[in-house]
């Protein structure tokens, strides 16, 4: 299946992978280090829809009852992806990255058919380097920071 045909979403039973949603706004308010407004996160999503639609950008929600995050592949060209994620400072340190990482690279990877992930990791963020190395990413070079891979 193409990646721009269909989103399709996901879930393991803990977490879902799901389309963004207007009443996922008050959720993204938090979401990054610095509050967001009403208006940004609105921004946010109609963004988010509109990378798609240019296919750009993939974004999903990582949800449990509510939305804790969101993950996102982007410069997708011949068959490869660059990964990114985050997560609400209140449900970090929890696995659900790593659920996340696993359910997208899955979704990404058996069902639109990329080859290869990779993500960029400053060399500090310890935490994203363990999500990554848990979903089998390998380092494949160390500058300023870490490029992780993942190659079926």
């Known amino acids: 299946m193409e990646l721009w045909e269909k989103r399709v979403e996901t879930d393991n039973g803990n977490i879902c992978l799901r389309r963004l949603e207007e009443g ?10 610095y509050p967001l407004s009403i208006n940004d996160a609105r921004m946010f999503l109609k963004a988010a829809e509109v990378r798609y639609a240019q296919k750009k950008s993939f974004v999903l929600g990582i949800a449990r009852k ?20 985050r997560i609400k400072p209140s449900f970090q340190n929890k696995g659900y990255a790593t659920e996340a990482v696993g359910l997208f690279t899955d979704l990404l990877m ?25 979903n089998k990413f390998q380092e494949e070079s160390k500058e300023k920071s870490i490029r992780m ?4």
């Open 66 to 85: 509510q939305l804790i995050g969101v993950i996102e592949a982007y410069h997708v060209k011949d068959g490869e992806a660059e990964i990114g994620y």
């Open 149 to 152: 891979v993942l190659k079926r």
């Open 110 to 134: 058996n069902t639109y058919g990329l080859k290869e992930l990779y993500a960029i990791v400053e060399k500090d963020n310890t935490a994203s380097y363990k999500v990554l190395k848990k």
């Open 24 to 33: 996922d706004t008050e959720a993204l308010r938090d979401l990054f280090e």
